[in-house]
Nanobody
Framework: QVQLVESGGGLVQAGGSLRLSCAASGSGFSINSMGWYRQAPGKERELVATITSGGNTNYAASVKGRFTVSRDNAKNTVYLQMNSLKPEDTAVYYC?????????????WGQGTQVTVSS
C-alpha cells in the first residue's frame, strides 16, 4: 500500500526558513505530479506549489520567490524549501501526489504537517 509521509514542520520566527519533505513508500507505482497544499484555520485548502516528473514547477503567487519545490524521483520524495516566512504562511501543509499503477491512476494525500510562523 502506498503511503505519503511528511516531515519538517515546526515553529519558526518571521523571516526564518523551514524545509518540508514528503516521501512515498511502497512499490509497484510511478508518480506523475507532486505538490504541496496548505490549509489555514477557517480557510479552504489552497495550492502552494507543484512539480511534474519532468521538473516543471508551478507556484502560488503568494509564495513565488520565497518557496522552492523540488523532487528526487529516485527516492519518490518531494521537498518544499520555505524562506522568508511570514505569519500568513501559518497553516497545515499537505503533500499530494498523482500515482500510476498497472491498474489505475489516483491522487493521494499526506497526513499534514503544521507550520507556525510567529511575528
Amino acid at each position: 500500500q502506498v503511503q505519503l509521509v511528511e516531515s519538517g514542520g515546526g515553529l519558526v520566527q518571521a523571516g526564518g526558513s523551514l524545509r518540508l519533505s514528503c516521501a512515498a513508500s511502497g512499490s509497484g507505482f510511478s508518480i506523475n505530479s507532486m505538490g504541496w497544499y496548505r490549509q489555514a484555520p477557517g480557510k479552504e485548502r489552497e495550492l502552494v506549489a507543484t512539480i511534474t516528473s519532468g521538473g516543471n514547477t508551478n507556484y502560488a503567487a503568494s509564495v513565488k520567490g520565497r518557496f522552492t519545490v523540488s523532487r528526487d524521483n529516485a527516492k519518490n520524495t518531494v521537498y518544499l524549501q520555505m524562506n522568508s516566512l511570514k505569519p500568513e504562511d501559518t497553516a497545515v501543509y499537505y503533500c499530494n501526489a498523482g500515482f500510476r499503477t498497472s491498474r489505475s491512476e489516483y491522487v493521494d494525500w499526506g497526513q499534514g504537517t503544521q507550520v507556525t510562523v510567529s511575528s
